[in-house]
């Protein structure tokens, strides 16, 4: 070996003679005295090293002050992207899907009750029918809620005694106007009240029965236990349950009008957990009163607050009491704010500003706008991200609502933005009595009456554009391919950030943030030929396909 090498044994301690470690920490890569405001695309994480297998890496977050999910992943709220099947699908793969509300307040309602219905340990307020009703009651709920197994007690509610328990079975190819005291099962499994949610997930494995009643001494039905959510538990091991009931989280969005009051209360009879506030620009004072009101009328209900840019936007929500910020202007897929507007800033700039700041303050932020592959997702969590929210990556799900159809050979479905005009025209008109004064928000002097049935249009107070005579659209509309279901996608991209967590060298968005902050996870820019450079080139064709 020639003398002028250095004794290879050596090379760690090596390392320490350089001033820093290699590449960048976040503060330096975000200096934005140096190149301006940074998108997800122009930057990288450098490999750390690998000592433990992909499946190890843990993805739970902390996504409000109070609510920790098994996995940082949420749908934007959306008429395009998130209702109730979302919801429950987003939720059941650990996630959470934000119902939007560009629809009356009772349909918003019916899916936020549909989320926490969908699996529960004990079922405490189960549909209960009498037996007078009739087979067409049951084919309705059955329609309505999607399950058809319903006790039967005298009274027709919870607390009366229970008679018989009607499945779907017991009503096929009957007349539907058959009483149900001629068809239903009186043959039961029962378990008495007080048992143990172990103990009577036993009962229901050895029986056959799909639902198992439980009673109180005198035989009055108190709850009711589903073989269907034990199958549940079962296939979705990281479903995003309250720890208590074993509930779904619900998550929906509302605006800040007075009208969103009375459409929050609906939301929160129907078991609510999470609200979103949903304005492309969060720093208003309607809402910053509509967060105080919401703290001081409904404490336990957690409240993500936005969207916001800037520190000084983010100090305004924190103040007033903000459970999380939700992060990005003009950086969404459909999205033509900074174009029209000209405001709002690069993603992973805002994302690493905002979270810095809030973090101090113990609030999460959410980086929404802008996914569009797991990498941004990675990169995302690395700038301070508790969880990040996706529109267009979702759209073409099948739980996204709306049908495929197909567009120049490609199966495709709808997705268009909720500033886009399409959207915001599809005012639905609101109750006189929930107008202030004859007028909706956002009164100014130009402000006209709102339409008048069932609903505001939700799109237009977003943008703050309800009142303007010509509406300036900050959106556009399109359509997204087809992704098939976020059943086997989600998956995908959780398989995805374990197998990113595990190149870093980290094994939890935890240590990667603590890693960041620290500066051991470090950073490289991507020059726009270093971007070229790490996407597929120089290949005459091929086929991208992301997983199997
Ligand atoms: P995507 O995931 O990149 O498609 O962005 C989705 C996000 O864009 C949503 O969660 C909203 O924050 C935002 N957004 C929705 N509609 C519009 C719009 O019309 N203009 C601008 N941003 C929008």
């Not at 987003?90 to 926490?116: D, E, F």
Request: include cysteine; aromatic fraction near 6%.
């Amino acid at each position: 070996m020639p003398s002028e090498f250095l004794d290879f044994s050596t090379a760690l301690e090596h390392l320490a003679t350089y001033p820093s470690p290699d590449g960048l920490s976040a503060k330096d890569l975000m200096n934005s005295q140096l190149h301006g405001g940074l998108t997800y695309n122009d930057i990288l994480l450098l490999p750390g090293k690998i000592d433990f297998a992909a499946h190890d890496v843990i993805t739970e977050s902390r996504i409000t002050r109070n609510v920790t999910l098994k996995t940082p992943f949420m749908s934007s709220p959306m008429d395009t992207v998130t209702e109730g099947e979302m919801a429950i699908s987003m939720a059941l793969l650990g996630g959470i899907g934000v119902i939007h509300h560009n629809q009356s307040p009772t349909a918003q309602a019916a899916m936020v009750r549909a989320v926490k219905r969908h699996e529960n340990g004990f079922i405490t307020d189960p549909v209960v029918l009498s037996p007078s009703h009739i087979v067409e009651d049951v084919l309705d709920v059955k329609e309505r809620l999607g399950f058809s197994g319903i006790p039967i007690t005298d009274t027709g509610s919870l607390g009366g005694k229970l008679l018989g328990i009607v499945t779907n079975r017991d009503v096929q190819f009957l007349s539907p106007s058959t009483p149900l005291h001629q068809v239903m099962t009186t043959d039961l499994v029962t378990a008495a009240e007080g048992i143990t949610l172990k103990e009577a997930n036993d009962i229901l494995r050895v029986s056959k029965k799909g639902k198992l009643p439980i009673i109180d001494k005198s035989g009055c039905l108190t709850s009711l236990l589903a073989r269907s959510d034990l199958l549940k538990n079962q296939t979705y091991p990281l479903a995003s349950k309250l720890p208590e009931s074993k509930q779904l989280y619900a998550a929906a969005a509302v605006g800040t009008r007075p009208a969103d009051r009375e459409r929050l209360r609906l939301l929160v009879d129907a078991g609510l957990d999470i609200v979103v506030l949903d304005s492309s620009q969060g720093n208003s004072l309607f809402q910053i009163e509509m967060v105080q009101w919401i703290k001081k009328t409904f404490p336990r209900l957690e409240v993500i607050a936005g969207n916001v840019v800037t520190r000084e936007q983010a100090a305004s929500l924190i103040v007033a009491g903000a459970d999380g910020l939700r992060v990005g202007m003009g950086s969404g897929s459909i999205c033509i704010t900074q174009e029209v507007m000209a405001v709002g800033r690069p993603q992973a700039t805002a994302v690493y500003t905002v979270a810095e700041f809030a973090r101090k303050f113990g609030v999460p932020v959410v980086a929404d706008g802008g996914i569009g592959n797991v990498g941004h997702i990675v990169k995302a969590l690395a700038l301070g991200a508790s969880a990040v929210m996706m529109g267009g990556l979702l759209a073409g799900t099948t739980e996204a609502p709306g049908e495929y159809f197909y567009h120049e050979g490609k199966r495709v479905k709808a997705y268009r933005g909720m500033g886009s005009i399409e959207a915001m025209e599809q005012g639905k008109p609101v109750p006189p009595s929930a107008k202030v004064n004859g007028v909706g928000p956002g009164v100014g002097k130009h402000a006209k009456p709102a339409p008048s049935t069932p609903h505001e249009n939700a799109a237009t107070a977003r943008y703050f554009s309800e009142a303007s005579a010509v509406k300036v659209a900050q959106g556009v509309s399109g359509d997204v391919q087809d992704k098939g279901s976020v059943k086997a996608f989600l998956p995908y991209l959780h398989a995805g950030l374990q197998h990113s967590f595990q190149d870093i060298g980290v094994r939890s968005i935890q240590q990667l943030q603590q890693g960041v902050q620290e500066g051991h996870v470090r950073f490289e820019l991507r020059t726009a030929s270093a971007q070229v450079e790490g996407g597929v080139h120089n290949l005459n064709s091929y086929t991208k396909r992301l997983f199997a």
